[in-house]
T-cell receptor, first 113, second 114 residues
């Protein structure tokens, strides 16, 4: 089954404790990205990757890091989480072809105390 | 920069009736894509319908259709014969032709009453 998986689905942590949210897709997609969803703001792109070893900032990159060492994986790293990073996070992937359809993961609910 | 505006934070509809969700956008580009995504309580993002800007014909998917007005930069979603399962948050989104980045509106929460 074609899918994007994220782990963990729920995470409660404390300020300053480094964490990683994993994202994996099995569709051989070139393009992957991370979004955060906040009430009243919709979804905003954090980082994206056009291919292996190619990453770039989205609209709200501060406080986040990413890496793309393998085509299928695109982890989101919070080196020193803060309460303003409490949010719902989505990973998405697409083939990069002109149909522009993106496939979303199930979301990760992160709470930073 | 492109922006997407959804001016209706909440809407409600009676089961079996029709409802229209509004979306406007701002862009200087001539080629782009527009989307409606549904987010039910499960939080999963589900693509409802997609419109290519170069196509004049409005997209339809079963009970879902759009009214795409390119000159007015308007992209509304019509849901016909509403069902209880249509209750969700709906997001309008924009994507430039040469990128996969999605720019989302703030969402409209749709309630469906029996």
């Amino acid at each position: 089954e074609a899918q994007v998986t994220q782990n963990p689905r729920y995470l409660i942590t404390v300020t300053g404790k480094k964490l990683t949210v994993t994202c994996s897709q099995n569709m051989n997609h070139e393009y992957m990205s991370w979004y955060r969803q906040d009430p009243g703001l919709g979804l905003r792109q954090i980082y994206y990757s056009m291919n292996v070893e190619v990453t770039d900032k989205g609209d709200v990159p501060e406080g986040y890091k990413v890496s793309r060492k393998e085509k299928r994986n695109f982890p989101l790293i919070l080196e020193s989480p803060s309460p303003n990073q409490t949010s719902l996070y989505f990973c998405a992937s697409s083939s990069g072809m002109v149909n522009n359809e993106q496939f979303f993961g199930p979301g990760t609910r992160l709470t930073v105390l | 920069a492109q922006t997407v505006t959804q001016s209706q934070p909440e809407m409600s509809v009676q089961e079996a009736e029709t409802v229209t969700l509004s979306c406007t956008y701002d862009t200087s580009e001539s080629d782009y894509y527009l989307f409606w995504y549904k987010q039910p309580p499960s939080r999963q993002m589900i693509l409802v319908i997609r419109q290519e800007a170069y196509k004049q014909q409005n997209a339809t998917e079963n009970r879902f259709s759009v009214n795409f007005q390119k000159a007015a930069k308007s992209f509304s979603l019509k849901i016909s014969d509403s069902q209880l399962g249509d209750a969700a948050m709906y997001f309008c989104a924009y994507s430039s032709y040469n990128t996969d980045k999605l720019i989302f509106g703030t969402g409209t929460r749709l309630q469906v009453f029996p």
